[in-house]
């Protein structure tokens, strides 16, 4: 039976410490420029280098404020309330991918309305760099210990030690595979080919929506909002509904 024990730190320069939380989002924010910059250089991209720097520089201030504030908002206010300096210890954990992508949408206006570009052009050319980014956000999720799913006895169920003894789902695993992996896949090679403005990001929030809403039946939901209706229903799967809907309305609406 594995036990999921690693040192939050991955390593220390005299009293500075690098945890391993951080260098995920440093991996996930360079992996995202190098995938941004190959897809610039396709032929009739419309898109230059420089303006891959600047739109990502903006995706990482959308994704970082509104992650942040997002997951206070939704999923533990009153805490954050009685320690207002707690929100911007960012390294312990506490980013809600919904809030992120309020900011990253955030991010895109800006950008379109700056650039003079189409919104949906804009968020179709992001849309299948999120992936990695998640991929490795779950990572951090698994190495810091938190997000663990329902006790379980598959041959692959993980022990954490902040959950008690027993054998869990690693449901942060389980997401960094498909909210990552899969999804990445799926929308890079759907995105090699033209299609109606919107297409490629109503994939993105279709295919997010249905793995993350798949994810939470085994995973452990937030303990100070427990589950929100019908015995099952949980927070993150409460904000997936809207995105998925909106993922098939861009997906069936009429181009125009």
């Known amino acids: 039976m594995l036990t999921a024990h690693i040192d939050p730190v991955a390593f220390s320069i005299g009293s ?3 945890r391993w939380y951080g260098l995920m989002y440093v991996m996930a924010f360079a992996l995202g420029w190098f995938l941004a910059r190959r897809r610039a250089a396709r032929p009739g991209s419309g898109w230059r280098p420089a303006d891959v720097d600047d739109l990502l520089t903006c995706v990482m201030l959308g994704i970082i404020l509104g992650g942040r504030l997002g ?3 939704f999923y533990d206010l009153p805490a954050y309330l009685n320690d207002p300096v707690e929100i911007i210890r960012i390294w312990n954990g506490g ?3 919904h809030g992120g992508l309020l900011g990253v949408l955030a991010a895109f206006w800006y950008f379109a309305h700056r650039q003079k570009r189409r ?3 804009v968020s179709d050319f992001v849309a299948p760099l999120v992936p990695p980014g998640l991929f490795f956000g779950r990572i951090g999720n698994y190495i810091n210990g938190e997000l663990w799913g329902k006790v379980s006895d598959v041959p692959w169920a993980v022990i954490f030690p902040a959950a008690g003894p027993q054998p869990r789902h690693p449901s942060q695993l389980y997401e960094a595979v498909l909210e990552g992996a899969v999804l990445f896949v799926i929308l890079w090679l759907y995105s090699s080919r033209q299609h109606k403005p919107g297409a490629v990001s109503g994939l993105f929030a279709l295919g997010y929506g249905i793995c993350r809403f798949s994810v939470e039946f085994v ?4 303990i100070q909002l ?3 209706a019908f015995g099952w229903l949980t927070m993150g799967q409460l904000l997936c509904l809207p ?9 069936l609406r009429k181009p125009g």
């Open 119 to 121: 919104f949906l052009d």
């Open 243 to 251: 995105l998925m809907i909106a993922g098939l309305w861009l997906l």
């Open 71 to 73: 997951y206070v908002l």
């Open 95 to 97: 980013m809600s991918f």
């Open 219 to 222: 995973r452990v939901p937030d």
């Open 16 to 18: 500075l410490q690098l």
């Open 226 to 228: 427990g589950y929100l």
